[in-house]
């Protein structure tokens, strides 16, 4: 008999994103309530909403992973 094991995927907190973008150089405009603008100096931009301490949706952690490929080019 084989066992399958599943590995629940552990979301990253809004707070990591937002580190990981800062480290990358992008700077954070403020924004609107839990919205969060930031801009890099190649001229990309990314908005996050959601508390620091709130999981991060898969949709968030795809759209910072692009934002990042962007600076990197």
């Known amino acids: 008999m084989v066992l ?19 480290k990358a150089g992008f700077a954070d405009r403020g924004g609107k309530g839990s919205h969060r603008n930031f801009t890099h100096p190649c001229g990309a931009k990314i908005t996050l909403s959601g508390s620091v301490s709130d999981d991060a949706k898969r949709y968030q952690e795809r759209s910072v992973e692009k934002a990042l490929r962007e600076v990197k080019r």
């Open 4 to 22: 399958i094991q599943y590995y629940e995927i552990v979301p990253k907190k809004i707070r990591e994103l937002v580190q990981a973008l800062k």
